[in-house]
């Protein structure tokens, strides 16, 4: 089946640890986001991806970083600058490369940050 | 500036009454996009609608229907008839044509189903 996997499911991080979290999807889409969701404030855009080897800076970017070296991957890295790490990241994915914005986006389950 | 807003943060309904959710948008574009999204216990957000700002016909799919006007700027949810399995966390997201790709969404609207 077609879709968007993200792994793992729950993640924990130590003080002064980096993590990276996996998204992958199948779906042959050129863009591809990473939102960050807290209670109460929805869903904020870390970066987004419109084709490979490029991306852009979303609303929270600082603390993050990421890589799109395949079509098919956008893993996400929450480095040790990012001092609130503690939330639920979802990863996205759509058709349309060069704006529109017409094209629903499709969604994974999702991967929960917790520090330790 | 895109924004969304959706300012009911939770409702509680009883099973099989019907229920509205209100979302409420702000866009400089004259082309832009209304989506819809649910969000289960499970965590992944399903998509359930689109809507263009060159369609003001509302939509019936089943028990779920949408209200787009766009003289209030808003694009409201309504759910017939409610069932437990509706209980979820719904948004609202706003996609322009100049924005790219990128997706504004509101706060979400957090619905119990009490049986």
């Known amino acids: 089946d077609g879709g968007i996997t993200q792994s793992p499911k729950y993640l924990f991080r130590k003080e002064g640890q980096n993590v990276t979290l996996s998204c992958e999807q199948n779906?042959?889409?050129?863009?591809m986001y990473w939102y960050r969701q807290d209670p109460g404030q929805g869903l904020r855009l870390i970066y987004y991806s419109q084709i490979v080897n490029d991306f852009q800076k979303g609303d929270i970017a600082e603390g993050y970083s990421v890589s799109r070296e395949k079509k098919e991957s956008f893993p996400l890295t929450v480095t040790s600058a990012q001092k609130n790490p503690t939330a639920f990241y979802l990863c996205?994915?759509?058709?349309?490369?060069?704006?529109?914005?017409?094209?629903?986006?499709?969604f994974g389950d999702g991967t929960r940050l917790s520090i330790l | 500036a895109q924004k969304v807003t959706q300012a009911q943060t939770e409702i509680s309904v009883v099973e099989k009454e019907d229920v509205t959710l209100d979302c409420v948008y702000e866009t400089r574009d004259t082309t832009y996009y209304l989506f819809w999204y649910k969000q289960p216990p499970s965590g992944e957000l399903v998509f359930l609608i689109r809507r263009n700002s060159f369609d003001e016909q509302n939509e019936i799919s089943g028990r779920y229907s949408w209200n787009f006007q766009k003289s209030t700027s808003s694009f409201n949810f309504t759910i017939t008839a409610s069932q437990v399995v509706d209980s979820a966390v719904y948004f609202c997201?706003?996609?322009?044509?100049?924005?790219?790709?990128?997706?504004?969404f509101g706060t979400g609207t957090s619905l119990t189903v009490i049986p």
């Open positions: 996205a994915s759509s058709t349309g490369r060069t704006g529109g914005g017409d094209q629903p986006q499709h």
């Open positions: 779906l042959n889409h050129d863009a």
């Open positions: 997201a706003l996609s322009g044509w100049n924005t790219g790709n990128q997706f504004y």
